[in-house]
């Protein structure tokens, strides 16, 4: 799964050469669900860069339930995502994000990041949701297997896309073969990793030293949420 991740600085959001400067920014070490996070997409008639709601809610929902993943292998087929697969497709830039090692009931969080630091873009889907007579535009992370770095910590991790694909995954056309073959685990041999502190268990500590890296300890249990 993919339960937070990070965003930095607003030099770091350069995709498809749209730019932030018109949005409100402030770096972040703890994006968490239901939160806003910005994504890229054609959100009517060329691409725009937007904050989201981080929980997808599918247009014909009843009781405005999110989903903050999708899983590759089935977004073509599970309703909640077939038809944001096929029609609303998005970039979410990060630059950051965690997995939880569990043992038991024990959940020692570590941060995974590219060798040098650079940004990077989730493969996402987005749908719009209408409640009270307001619309609501959320969003969710498509996520794979992991990689080798990651496959001793979680078995899943979020789709990294590479920017050569970045118009491939968000052109209007459908073509469910070619878009698969995006949904990959990125290569574990450019990524690197570190465990670090229990505080970024909680969405509002959001600051800096929860990157720094600390000894694993599996000794403590902690709740997630």
Request: overall charge negative.
């Amino acid at each position: 799964m993919c339960g937070r991740f990070t965003l930095r600085t607003r030099d770091r959001i350069k995709l498809k050469g749209l730019s932030t400067s018109d949005l409100p920014f402030e770096a972040r070490y703890n994006i968490a669900p239901s939160q806003s996070i910005l994504a890229i997409a054609d959100f009517g008639h060329e691409l725009d860069l937007k904050y989201l709601v981080w929980g997808l809610v599918p247009s014909w929902s009843k009781d405005g339930k999110g989903f903050i993943n999708a899983r590759s292998e089935t977004i073509a087929d599970k309703p909640s995502f077939s038809e944001s697969f096929q029609r609303r497709r998005c970039l979410i830039p990060a630059d950051g994000f965690y997995e939880w090692q569990r043992s038991g009931k024990i959940a020692q969080p570590h941060f995974f990041q590219m060798h040098d630091e650079s940004p990077f873009a989730f493969a996402g889907i987005w749908d719009e949701w209408q409640t009270d007579g307001d619309l609501i535009a959320s969003c969710a992370i498509i996520t794979t297997t992991a990689n080798e770095l990651l496959a001793p910590i979680h078995d899943r991790m979020p789709v990294i896309l590479r920017s050569q694909s970045y118009d491939t995954w968000l052109e209007g056309n459908y073509e469910p073969a070619k878009l698969r073959n995006l949904l990959a685990p990125f290569p574990a041999s450019e990524m690197i990793s570190h465990a670090v502190g229990y505080d970024v268990n909680h969405p509002k500590i959001d600051d800096e030293h929860l990157l720094r890296p600390v000894e694993p300890n599996l000794g403590v249990t902690l709740s997630l949420f």
